[in-house]
């Protein structure tokens, strides 16, 4: 894969007038500008032109490592702010740049709907919005860019970001919730990004151009159980090929 461009983009921050001073003078900026979303959706327009599809996969929250209970306004806020109003910005600023029929794709987490312990500092309640506002988003910018804006609730991985939350016993939380997950799901079998990599292409390809407003599971099917034993599979279902 070649990239032509990357751009710096802080998802924290809208416009300039958002931009604290401290951050102005931080020397993680000194080498960049226009890294808020208004301004890099300008440069991008100037620079490039169009968008045909545009991807949010951010998300952070200074304290995912608390319980709920233990979360204070200003760490739920921010996580709110980074993970979800996030979104509703990119596609506002990014949406005028692209031609209709394109696609916007944002990533999400059974823990919007599910509970799932360590996965805390207010992130279950950010996945939560940022699916209402997908819905929210693809009714306004399908009729404002006539754009399809949809999300994608993937199975546990062993990301980089997720491997870096710790459980109560400092161990990884993920590397938990993949063995759950692989051991309980009607498929029993380990995701792998690809699956959710070929989920995503479709959902921003011309194979779905009549499909808006979705979150998708992908995830082997765990989001449907209410209950399971664990019974292992007669076969794996990688084993078989589709005629």
């Known amino acids: 894969m070649k990239f032509e461009r990357v751009y710096p983009l802080d998802v924290n921050f809208s416009n300039p007038d958002e931009i ?18 208004k301004s890099c959706a300008e440069r991008v327009k100037k620079e490039v032109g169009g968008v045909d599809i545009l991807v ?17 306004r200003e760490g739920y806020l921010a996580a709110v702010s980074a993970s979800s109003y996030s979104w509703v910005s990119m596609v506002r600023h ?13 990533l999400s987490f059974i823990a919007s709907e599910r509970v799932i312990p360590g996965y805390g500092g207010g992130m279950s309640s950010a996945k939560a919005q940022l699916e209402s506002d997908t819905r929210v988003l693809a009714y306004e910018a399908g009729r404002r ?31 938990a919730y993949i063995d759950f997950h692989e ?9 792998d990004a690809d699956d959710v990599g070929r989920a995503a292409l479709a959902l921003c390809s011309d194979l779905s151009t009549a499909i808006t407003g979705v979150c998708l599971h992908v995830d082997n099917g765990m989001h ?5 034993d664990g019974e292992k599979r007669s076969s794996s279902p990688d084993d078989a090929l589709p005629v």
């Not at 990014?94 to 944002?106: N, W």
């Not at 051991?183 to 079998?189: A, D, T």
């Open 20 to 37: 604290p001073d401290h951050v102005r003078s931080s020397r993680r900026y000194a080498d960049v500008e226009d890294y808020d979303i």
């Open 56 to 72: 949010h996969a951010v998300a952070n929250a200074p304290q995912v490592h608390k319980p709920l209970l233990d979360t204070s």
């Open 94 to 106: 990014f949406g005028e740049l692209m031609r209709p029929g394109g696609s916007c794709l944002a």
């Open 145 to 175: 860019f006539g754009i399809r804006v949809n999300a994608i609730s993937a199975g546990p991985l062993l990301s980089r970001a997720a491997s870096a939350i710790e459980n109560k016993d400092g161990e990884s939380f993920i590397n």
């Open 183 to 191: 051991k309980h799901s009607p498929l029993q079998r380990r995701m």
């Open 224 to 228: 449907c159980m209410g209950f399971a």
